[in-house]
Nanobody
């Protein structure tokens, strides 16, 4: 069964940093584009960053220049480095395939108090 397990969330003050990690259990990880998504209370889940197998990345405007997505195909891992965090970044963060998502994990809470 394909599964993503996120880790690394927590409480951080505005302007601080966090690094999220995502472990993928399944086959053919390297052929799929991966993405980090987030869902704030009362809002729909949104894509914040994505990365293809070759390493090209894309970011939502709201996180451009502050977040960095990376992947290690040999370890089936995806990472999200989040810098200069803002209260509006507060959400549950998930990783999954960028397209044709599989079963969602439980996500990781990131809280940036105002």
């Amino acid at each position: 069964q394909v599964q993503f397990v996120e880790s690394g969330g927590g409480l951080v003050q505005p302007g601080g940093s966090l690094r999220l990690s995502c472990a993928y259990s399944g086959s053919a990880f390297s052929i799929y584009a991966s993405g980090w998504f987030r869902q704030a209370p009362g809002k729909q889940r949104e894509l914040v960053a994505s990365i293809i197998s070759g390493g090209s990345t894309n970011y939502a405007d709201s996180v451009q220049g502050r977040f960095t997505i990376s992947r290690n195909n040999a370890k089936n891992m995806v990472y999200l480095q989040m810098n200069r965090l803002k209260p509006e970044d507060t959400a549950v963060y998930y990783c999954n395939r960028r397209y044709d998502q599989v079963t969602w994990g439980q996500g990781n809470q990131v809280t940036v108090p105002s």
